[in-house]
């Protein structure tokens, strides 16, 4: 899942389409109190500064027109900045995908480079089988 993270400033590269599909669903942020609502749970308006946050492993395509990579970007950044953890913030942002893996091949590695994250941050081995 590629998420929209800053939904009080959408980034100038989102496509016109998904803008317009998120006004329509979370509301207009030129309104106040629409505004206010949203802060209160939108991702990047909610990241705090010395909290102790959890592993994260962040996807983006480059071509994703709905969810732009420079959204996943300033999130990571500023996840990175506000965390006060050992635990990594990892973004991927993949080439040539757009808001989702169809080549058969890039979705295994996809699927392979999530799955490795989460093992490591398990402590757990893969077994090899012979």
């Known amino acids: ?9 959408l980034p100038p590269d989102l496509d016109a389409r998904m ?65 006060a953890g050992a635990r990594p913030i990892h973004l991927r942002v993949w080439r040539d995908v757009g808001h989702m893996v169809v080549e058969p091949q890039v979705f295994a590695r996809y699927h392979a480079e999530w799955l490795a994250f989460v093992m490591d941050q398990l402590a757990m081995k893969a077994e090899v089988a012979h």
């Open 19 to 83: 803008q317009a599909a998120i006004v329509d669903e979370f509301g207009d942020v030129e309104d106040a109190e629409v505004a206010r609502y949203i802060h209160s749970w939108s991702p990047y308006q909610n990241v705090k500064d010395g909290v102790v946050y959890p592993a994260m492993f962040l996807l983006s395509g480059m071509l994703d027109r709905n969810c732009p990579p420079s959204n996943s970007r300033k999130f990571a950044a500023r996840m990175d900045e506000a965390n």
């Open 1 to 9: 899942v590629v998420p929209e993270l800053d939904l009080l400033n």
